[in-house]
């Protein structure tokens, strides 16, 4: 049985996180990152994927940090706390979003690319796909895609916003040309692992000592929690 390791998954880190979207304080997720280097192996998304594409076993104290929608406050209050701890991650990107007030700039951008950041697409406009008609769904996946590659991104990634797909949409995604995508606890099976339907562990502040990193990375946290329909 192939195993993948852990793939955890924020939003926002913000002195005040808001209640309307998950998020941690820089305080908390300084404290997470510290844990990660010190106890476990912090790898880019892009590898666990290449191992699951070739069939290839994975080491077991792999983990990968990822992150939802690309906010500002990634530049400001995560990228320097990656750096510092040297851990590379994956920013998923509302690609509309990008250069909005809120949004991470097209510079920022390409300044976390350079020290070792990961990009993907989260859709255009934060799409929920199993609900869109065909067309449009088609064009948040490869319009998004497009777009980024522009910018000189290599984008070989996707988020399913609110972690909603279909098996039309994962086929979408297949030729659109990205090698594997990320959900939420969505799926219709857990084994063998369904590269198109990466599941994640939602990480919150409450999590900082080594035991409740552990529990997250181990392996067995996504096996009790409810197995939810794709879409």
């Known amino acids: 049985m192939i195993w993948y390791p852990p793939i955890l998954a924020y939003h926002r880190v913000l002195p005040q996180p808001g209640s309307d979207t998950p998020g941690v304080t820089p305080e908390a997720f300084e404290r997470q990152m510290r844990i990660l280097a010190e106890r476990w192996r912090p790898v880019p998304l892009t590898e666990i994927v290449a191992r699951l594409e070739a069939g290839a076993p994975t080491d ?4 990968a940090v990822t992150f939802d929608d690309g906010t500002e406050d990634l530049f400001t209050h995560a990228f320097p706390i990656l750096r510092r701890h040297n851990i590379p991650a994956t920013i998923f990107l509302i690609v509309a979003n990008i250069g909005a007030p809120d949004g991470l700039k097209r510079d920022q951008i390409l300044e976390m690319a350079r020290g070792g950041i990961t990009f993907g697409s989260h859709t255009l406009h934060h799409a929920y796909l199993p609900s ?21 991104l290599r984008v070989d990634l996707f988020s399913y916003p609110a972690g909603g797909f279909t098996r039309e949409v994962q086929g979408i995604v297949r030729e659109a040309g990205y090698r594997g995508a990320c959900t939420t606890n969505r799926g219709e099976k857990r084994f063998p692992p369904d590269r198109w339907a990466l599941r994640r562990v939602t990480m919150h502040g409450n999590a900082t000592t080594p035991f409740s990193i552990w529990v997250r990375c181990s392996g067995y946290y996504g096996l009790n929690r409810r197995l939810r329909s794709p879409s």
């Not at 077991?60 to 983990?63: D, L, M, N």
């Open 60 to 63: 077991r104290r792999w983990v």
């Open 132 to 152: 869109v008609p065909p067309e449009q769904g088609r064009r948040e996946i490869v319009d998004s895609k497009e777009e980024m590659e522009k910018m000189g």
